[in-house]
């Protein structure tokens, strides 16, 4: 047990174990405490109010109210208790035949529960109550039958999702026998979420036990439980409210520990994220080198930080500066956890609320990119820096048509009509290649493919008068043969409005075709911007040297082994001294070890490296 | 007739044809690549010609035996897969060196026998014993693919299906997945099956293309032949679509 | 034309649910062990009277042709005669139904409208975790509320307004007045309940890549979060609410017994501790038939509002 493991650290799991903690207690020393003064009959202070005789008053027999409170805890949680376990264990059983049974039993069963779960709780442990009569046993059995359906359908769904995991096809190949792959890859992967649901399941069924009990229909005298003893308290709360007060709270203290502690157990399983707050807003943004201003797009000193899990902030972008001109086009090159989206994002201020970002310098035109919110400057952005996203699909709202956004686009920043903005949208989509475009406007974004919806996406763009098109991984979720259309479509884009293109890639063969400059990320630092020409004949850092080797291409020599780069990028919460890449670099000496490089302009690029390799003019 | 043939291979979801009669040869020890788009076939063919799923029509054999039956319990099937997501192919709470010691125990090889064959396909991949006693969740992308492809040697299967193993993977760790399995299959002799829809990954790692396209078999001949001159039009998309970047030799340090 | 097909197999579904809740209300005698009638009539009480009970409810003949007869009667409106008070079944709920119904519907009401719009008001302010504290306070308020059963609301609403502040009636049905603390008793825990699933599905909706996409285009706070967020947590939302109202609707038992409202619940707990089973059996059906409606209402609902997820759950 890591007590400094963030699952235990988080605040959540705390409170939900401290209140767990308090239940337990109250059950097991409470009554131990309490039991003598609640059975205590005292006819001279029968029906008291709160005072010296009873904290929160007396019963008509002089008993102490608070102490009574107390030792019911015992029955009414240890009933709960025996009717989640009871539910528990049936709806499991019955959840898990399906495995073992025939098709149609499995079909049936899934019938039931899910005609049950249609019917609230407290209406099944009624229609039981109603068969078995008022008392205890009855309501236990009631409560006890209400929840069986409830783990029967969970149980089913989890060992159907797990029983069709890749890792559970892999071990039958491998030939693992049935019961076998239950208890080693199944169960253990469905408990925690079944042992979650138990422990909130019991907050419910002491509610309803307690629901039962008030109603007069669960646990009858002389035995007594919170239900009880509120329904008692009830008869005079117009003069006297805290002798009902006191059952309340318990009810209601229970259900919300236990809910509690279920949230903790489900943060301890690793069934629920640990909670992380983003880092606080902008520090002091660092002096960089190499500012330029003068350009469109001009980001200097940029800095983006998360939280990590322990909730300190972690630097995943790292002093990156660079500048576009008007028209230029331009790629950020890397491998996942380099930073390269969460630098363009950053730049285009469309960071979600987990990150946050500081420059020295973020402007685009004349308008701030950072922190500006709701200006006219920033709002122009919308028009002027359209977002071409990664995943076409996702990026469409599934329950409005295709057009809106493009209608949308048209009328906040072309300044047209609705009507006007209608008809341009037809025609951009039009001219990016949909037939039907009018009445593909209406359709929902599932009746389209990935290749149309990114097209539509790049009429889109053409709404309004981009000035920078910036498109994040946009042909990656398409087909190869879709991806070149796509790609020539984004091209044409930028050649008919004359925008400048920021595209991110981890595809040195699709920038290449693409661009003018490339600009190479590793670690979340920048380590070369370079024309493209120079790509071909020889980039100076030995990472991009690296990326273009790594590069398989379509006559590579199936006789040898490919290249390889051998290690892994650093996470980003390693701690790196020195270079981030020399551990996997060939020509790394003891100051690259040591020292971080600073971009320094070598000819028509920026390299931020102690030891580049030698620049070969392009012939 | 040893190595795999398949005869007529149709899979049917519902009303729709994910593969149409695909039939061909791959003799014993050669790889086959598999290449096509999304929507191909081609991984529900992956999952035919490893006995995961039967064919709705037709038939798969490795070595004159039907795939399918090949699954028992008891005994680990001569055809394992390799999946896509290698995160999602081993279990999450288990030490990865239990995923080997598995595959070992199907077939017969327990105990301390066991653990000393584990680590030896560990070494194998060029991993540690360190390595084997994390959870997936504790190694990186490679490192867990490297594991998965120890467990599907550990069973000595005869047939290897390696369906699309580097895509999740970053650029500068495919090449060494794609080198191991390339040298483990000269070294071992299995046959291979090598799905992907990188033409240029399925050029270097195969001996013999299919090109598919809409669950059917276009085009299917020698590697170097159908890349070097393909005949079916769709061949020739795939080919061109990929775009290309020819960097000089590796410089000098200066 | 899928949605067409897929609407008539809820209304088939709804009618089987429906079929399977009369089927069950009319063996609810059958289920008890030992003999009913006996039971419900005291030991004391003469055979002959026994028998002509038994007679009276049919339980001399054979099973099937029981529930023939069962069948039949419904169709005519008719629930069998309560034991208690020897009064048709069918004509106490139709005098005890509309106090339930007023009730619950209020309740529904407000659940609805302060679930949804606190739920997405939080989500909206508490994205990405800027705001700790507001996300806390609502995170204790909706949690505490959530774990407080209705009748200890009930009973927490009466010691305040009723008796410490004298603000409302204690019990009752009579004025507009009479309505305020049986409604918010019925309606605070489920409304809370609410707002905790549609702030953690706004904050879901909130990072998709549409909604980046949406703020790319730099829209107008309102679209973002009424055209583009708000009916993509709806039908979230709405699935879960057939839950929660169902469970409202159960609450009102114990509401009703809480606050002495002359409805369906306050019925059905004296029919079942007098074992009046016809009453009983009339009571439960008529509550379960309104939760199935109230379910298939949400199902043609989400139906209606997103096609393509309803599709897809299916």
């Known amino acids: ?619 | 007739m040893k190595g795999l043939e398949l005869r007529d291979v149709t899979i049917r979801y519902g009303a729709h044809a994910a593969v149409r009669d695909v039939s061909l040869i791959v003799p014993e020890g050669r790889a086959l690549g598999v290449v096509g788009e999304s929507g191909s076939g081609k991984s529900s063919l992956g999952r035919v010609i490893a006995g995961l799923q039967a064919p709705s029509a037709g038939s798969a054999r490795l070595d004159g035996l039907d795939v399918a039956r090949l699954q028992a319990p008891g005994r680990a099937s001569p055809a394992q897969l390799i999946f896509q997501n290698p995160l999602a192919a081993l279990n999450p709470r288990r030490a990865v060196r239990l995923a080997i010691t598995e595959a070992l125990a199907g077939r017969g090889v327990t105990g301390a026998r066991a653990e000393t064959a584990a680590e030896e396909h560990l070494a194998l991949v060029g991993l540690s014993a360190a390595h084997g006693a994390r959870r997936p969740a504790e190694l990186s992308g490679g490192q867990r693919q490297r594991v998965a492809i120890a467990r599907a040697l550990a069973a000595e299967p005869r047939l290897i299906v390696a369906d699309e193993i580097t895509s999740a993977l970053d650029v500068s760790v495919q090449a060494s997945v794609l080198n191991l399995l390339v040298e483990l299959q000269h070294a071992r002799g299995f046959t291979l099956v090598f799905i992907s829809h990188n033409l240029p990954a399925v050029r270097y790692v195969a001996d013999d293309i299919l090109v598919m396209r809409h669950g059917e078999a276009v085009e299917h001949g020698p590697a170097e032949t159908v890349t070097a001159s393909p005949r079916h039009p769709y061949t020739r998309a795939l080919l061109d679509a990929a775009p290309r970047l020819a960097p000089q030799p590796s410089p000098e340090i200066r | ?314």
């Open chain 1, 1 to 619: 047990m890591d007590l400094t493991d963030p699952r235990w650290r988080d605040g959540r799991t705390r409170l939900g174990l401290a209140a767990g903690a308090a239940l337990l207690a109250l059950v097991t020393v409470g009554p131990w405490i309490a039991g003598e003064a609640a059975g205590t009959v005292r006819l001279d202070h029968m029906l008291e109010g709160p005072g010296p005789a009873g904290l929160l008053g007396t019963d008509e027999l002089g008993r102490d109210i608070l102490a009574r409170v107390v030792v019911a805890s015992r029955l009414t949680l240890g009933l709960g208790l025996v009717a989640t376990l009871l539910g528990a264990s049936v709806g499991v059983l019955v959840g898990a035949l399906p495995a073992v049974t025939p098709p149609w039993v499995g079909r049936l069963i899934a019938t039931l529960t899910n005609l049950a779960l249609a019917f609230p709780t407290l209406l099944l442990t009624l229609f039981v109550a109603a068969i078995l009569g008022a008392g205890a046993q009855s309501a236990l059995l009631a409560i006890a039958l209400a929840i069986a359906p409830i783990f029967a359908r969970l149980t089913h769904t989890l060992a159907a999702g797990v029983g069709g995991a890749d890792y559970v096809t892999a071990a039958r190949a491998l030939g693992a026998r049935p019961l076998t792959i239950l208890a080693r890859h199944v169960l253990p992967n469905i408990a925690g979420p079944l042992v979650v649901t138990a422990v909130m399941a019991m907050g419910g069924a002491v509610v309803v036990l307690s629901g039962l009990s008030f109603l007069g229909l669960g646990v009858q005298a002389p035995a007594y439980d919170w239900g009880g003893l509120l329904n008692h308290a009830l008869g005079r709360v117009w003069t006297d409210p805290a002798p009902a007060l006191a059952p309340a709270a318990a009810i209601v203290f229970t259900g919300l520990a236990l809910s509690l502690a279920g949230e903790a157990a489900s943060i301890l399983l690793g069934l629920s994220p640990v909670r992380r707050r983003p880092p606080p807003a902008a520090r002091q943004a660092p002096a960089s080198s190499l500012l330029s201003a003068g350009g469109l797009l001009d980001i200097g000193g940029l800095d983006v930080e998360v939280a990590d899990a322990r909730g300190a902030p972690l630097r995943i972008v790292k002093d990156v500066s660079f500048s576009l001109r008007a028209g230029e086009r331009v790629a950020i090159v890397g491998e996942s956890g380099s930073g390269k989206s969460m630098t363009v994002l950053a730049a285009a201020g469309l960071l979600d609320g987990r990150a946050t970002a500081s420059a020295a310098l973020a402007t685009f035109g004349a308008a701030p990119l950072l922190g500006a919110r709701a200006t006219a400057d920033e709002r122009r952005l919308g028009g002027e820096m359209p977002v071409i996203f990664q995943d076409p699909l996702a990026a469409f709202n599934p329950l409005l048509p295709v057009g809106v956004p493009l209608v949308e686009v048209g009328m906040r920043h072309g300044g047209l009509s609705r009507p006007a903005a209608r008809a341009r949208a037809a025609e951009r989509l039009g001219e990016v290649g949909l037939i039907d475009a009018a009445r593909r406007l209406t359709q929902p974004p599932h009746a389209f493919s990935g290749g149309m919806l990114q097209r539509a996406m790049i009429a889109t763009a053409l709404m309004a008068e981009p000035r920078l098109i910036i498109a994040d991984e946009p042909t990656t979720a398409l087909d190869v043969t879709v991806q070149r259309q796509v790609l020539e479509r984004l091209g044409a884009a930028c050649d008919e409005t004359g925008a400048g293109l920021l595209l991110i890639s981890h595809d040195l063969a699709v920038v290449a075709e693409t661009c003018e400059r490339v600009l190479v990320m590793y670690a979340g630092r920048l380590v070369e911007d370079l024309p493209v020409a120079d790509l071909v004949s020889g980039p100076a850092h030995p990472y991009t040297r690296a990326l273009l080797d790594c590069l398989l291409g379509p006559d590579a020599d199936r006789g040898k082994p490919l290249p390889v780069l051998e290690g892994r990028p650093p996470r980003p919460e390693e701690e790196i001294a020195g270079c981030a890449f020399a551990p996997r670099c060939a020509f790394a000496d003891a100051r690259c070890r040591i020292e971080t490089p600073q971009l320094a302009v070598i000819g028509a690029r920026r390299v931020a490296c102690w030891r580049p390799l030698q620049v070969r003019r392009a012939a």
């Open chain 3, 1 to 314: 034309m899928d949605r067409l097909r897929f609407l008539l197999r809820r209304v088939g579904r709804f009618a089987v649910s429906l079929f399977a809740l009369f089927a069950l209300t009319f063996l609810l005698v059958h289920f008890v062990p030992g003999d009913p009638v006996r039971a419900s009539l005291g030991l004391l009480a003469p055979q002959e009277l026994v028998e002509a009970r038994r007679q009276e409810l049919g339980l001399d003949r054979p099973l099937p042709e029981q529930f023939a007869r069962h069948v039949a009667a419904l169709a005519r409106g008719d629930l069998g005669t309560s034991l208690s008070v020897r009064r048709p079944v069918s004509e106490v709920i139709a005098e005890r139904l509309p106090a339930t119904l007023a009730l619950a519907g209020g309740a529904m009401l407000i659940v609805v409208l302060a679930g949804t719009g606190l739920g997405l008001a939080a989500a909206a302010v508490g994205a990405g975790g800027r705001r700790p504290g507001a996300d806390m306070a609502f995170n204790a308020t909706s949690g505490l509320l959530t774990s407080t059963p209705e009748f200890v609301t009930a009973v927490a609403l009466t010691s305040l307004f009723a008796v410490a502040l004298s603000w409302a009636p204690v019990a009752g049905r009579g004025g507009a007045a009479s309505y305020v603390l049986p409604t918010l008793a019925l309606a605070l825990g489920p409304a809370a309940a609410l707002a905790r699933v549609v702030r953690t599905e706004g904050l879901r909706v909130l990072e998709e890549d549409y909604m980046r996409a949406a703020r790319a285009r730099r829209l107008s706070a309102w679209r973002l979060y009424a055209v583009h967020a708000l009916p993509n947590c709806l039908t979230a939302a709405l699935t879960v609410s057939g839950l929660i109202l169902g469970g409202l609707v159960a609450g009102t038992v114990l509401v009703e017994n809480v606050f002495a409202w002359p409805g369906l619940g306050s019925a059905i707990v004296t029919a079942i501790t007098q074992k009046d089973y016809p009453l009983t059996q009339g009571v439960i059906l008529v509550l379960g038939a309104l939760v199935l409606l109230i379910n298939f209402g949400v199902d043609v609902l989400i139906t209606w509002l997103d096609p393509r997820s309803a599709l897809a759950r299916h």
